[in-house]
């Protein structure tokens, strides 16, 4: 089955650096990827939508200059959490389909938790 | 405004007897309907799914049930299993793709 791998799966960082989270399929290409966020005993809330080769789609309230958002290759997607704050703080998530259009499930990666000190 | 909605935040069923978790929808437009199991510190698992066009579908333990004109979906597990307990979300999507839209879960405890 699709596979998709997310790597930190924890980090630590201290309050004003950046941190980097990748996201890869493993065994098929992705021309959309998308990331979430999960904030302690809620939903997965989207934060936005990636597409190979072009600028990422956020949510509304996403700030798109904190969370940088890069999807350079079909198998990989980047999310950069810049100048992180304690309330960065979070779950995040991404996931991959294996079709752009259509009906087919997302596939997730299992997810980096992010602490802020 | 919640799109979807999992009105009951947990459920606990005996090991054996039938898991029922219930999903509530508002946009006429969703079409995809998906459910998810997460463990803590894990990405979501993918279950089962369903389109609008069925009203029913089927694999194994799972079964996911679609009712369009009351807008609710639900996911029947049996006969369950103590490894069944995590958190279960229904997801839906509409035309624009494959982007979901999550509901908040329902925490399932099967107890042996």
């Known amino acids: 089955g699709a596979v998709v791998s997310q790597h930190p799966s924890r980090v630590i960082c201290k309050s004003g650096t950046s941190v980097k989270i990748e996201c890869r399929s493993l065994d098929f290409q992705a021309t959309t990827m998308f990331w979430y966020r999960q904030f302690p005993k809620k939903s997965l809330m989207l934060m936005a939508t990636s597409n190979e080769g072009s600028k990422a789609t956020y949510e509304q309230g996403v700030e798109k200059d904190k969370f940088l958002i890069n999807h350079a290759s079909l198998t990989l997607s980047t999310l950069t959490v810049t100048s992180a704050h304690p309330e960065d703080s979070s779950f995040y998530i991404c996931?991959?389909?294996?079709?752009?259009?259509?009906?087919?499930?997302?596939?997730f990666g299992n997810g980096t938790r992010l602490t802020v000190t | 405004d919640q799109q979807v909605k999992q009105n009951s935040p947990s459920l606990s069923v005996q090991e054996g007897r039938i898991s029922i978790l219930n999903c509530d929808y508002t946009n006429s437009m969703f079409d995809y309907f998906l459910w998810y199991k997460k463990y803590p510190a894990e990405g979501p698992t993918f279950l089962i799914s369903?389109?609008?066009?069925?009203d029913k579908n089927e694999d194994g333990r799972f079964t996911v049930f679609l009712n369009k004109s009351a807008k609710h979906l639900s996911l029947h597990i049996v006969p369950s299993q103590p490894g069944d307990s995590a958190v279960y979300f229904c997801a839906a999507s509409g035309n624009a793709g494959n982007m979901l839209t999550f509901g908040g879960g329902t925490r399932l405890m099967v107890k042996p």
């Open positions: 996931s991959a389909s294996v079709k752009v259009q259509g009906r087919s499930p997302l596939h």
């Open positions: 369903i389109s609008s066009i069925k």
